[in-house]
């Protein structure tokens, strides 16, 4: 199998794109997926401080390496969540990633730990509430991720969601006609009030073998556990379908998703834009002032709940 490019022999071999490369033409490719998302979608310019939050995984690493080598100013936002027996790996991975490759660039990583600031671990704190724990890490990390950027003045945030997080996604809102969420599906959601960062995902167009590719060619020494509260057992049966399709009929999870976005960017799929929708229900949380529809947002609900069940 030679390079579809430049006829060396190829690493790696892309059904979906009917093509194979070698590790050069395929960083080249990468590159150009990357850069595709960013000016289709309008994710951010050159002159942009962007804030890439990084799990230690493949994808957020790979993210942040792609970025840097592109020329971008990014920096680099880690949450550990005190996790035993993950987080400590993956932060170790993160500041041996930061300190070699962004550091060359000029780059710079800020940590967020739970137990410090939060008073407890993750696992912890779900029990005190009373809630699963990957719904009281989301809650934590969304709100930790938007503060961050906002407190450091970044222009974006970007996470490593790629096309097998979007398209399982997708699926799962789809079976249940969760319209609600699929406003919220786009890989670039605008800065719609004060106090909300714009949040972009770069990757959506690599799969999570493509970036696992991507990693280990460019010697990107990541955690390859996952975490071990499971992500949703759901998330995981619909990526396993998708790629049972997409082994069949390569091409099939970017048509699915790609597809679901060219629709959204109809003028006349969302009358009213999300931007509108959120300017007209959010206002300042009467406990910390980050946005919220609500009177307290969910952070600072949960922060009480655990407040009250520790004392
Ligand atoms: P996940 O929901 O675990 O698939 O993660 C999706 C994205 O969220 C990752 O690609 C990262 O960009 C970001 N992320 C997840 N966990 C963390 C963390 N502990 N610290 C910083 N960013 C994270
Ligand atoms: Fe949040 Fe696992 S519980 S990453
Ligand atoms: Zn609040």
């Known amino acids: 199998m030679n390079c579809t490019k430049c006829k060396i022999k190829a690493v790696i071999k892309l059904p979906r794109h009917n093509a194979a490369f070698c590790k050069d033409c395929f960083n080249g490719f990468v590159h150009d997926q990357v850069a595709k ?78 137990e410090l600031d939060e008073g407890a671990g993750i696992r912890e704190l779900a029990m005190l509430v009373h809630r699963p724990t990957c719904s009281t890490c989301g809650t934590i990390k969304r709100y930790q991720f ?9 222009d974006v945030m970007a996470t490593g969601h790629n096309l097998d997080d979007e398209a399982a996604r ?37 799969t999570e073998r493509e970036l696992a590719a991507y990693a280990v060619l460019n010697r990107i020494d990541y955690i390859v556990e996952e975490c071990p509260m499971a992500k949703g057992a759901r998330t995981l049966l619909y990526k396993e379908v998708l790629n049972r399709l997409e082994t069949e009929s390569p091409g099939t999870k970017q048509a699915f998703y790609w597809g679901f976005l060219d629709k959204q960017s109809k003028p006349e ?28 947002c969910s952070y600072c609900k949960l922060m009480a709940r655990a407040g009250s069940a520790k004392s």
């Open 269 to 296: 799929a969302s009358p009213t834009t999300m931007a509108e929708k959120d300017q007209a229900a959010l206002h300042p949380c009467s406990a910390c002032g980050q946005p919220t529809t609500v009177e307290i």
């Open 170 to 206: 997708l699926l799962g809102n789809v079976l249940r006609w969760q319209e609600e969420y699929l406003d919220k599906q786009a890989p670039s959601l605008p800065a719609s009030v004060e106090g909300f960062a714009k949040k972009v995902k770069p990757l959506y167009r690599l």
């Open 146 to 154: 938007n503060r961050a950027a906002i407190e450091h003045k970044y």
């Open 37 to 114: 998302a960013i000016k289709s979608q309008k994710m951010f310019s050159k002159d942009n401080r962007i804030l890439v939050a990084v799990s230690g995984g493949k994808d957020s690493l790979a993210l942040w390496d792609i970025l840097l080598k592109m020329g971008y100013k990014a920096d680099a936002l880690y949450v550990n969540l005190g996790i035993g027996g993950y987080s400590k790996p993956s932060h170790i991975k993160v500041v041996r990633f930061a300190e070699t490759v962004a550091a060359a660039h000029g780059a710079t990583l800020h940590v967020h730990t739970v």
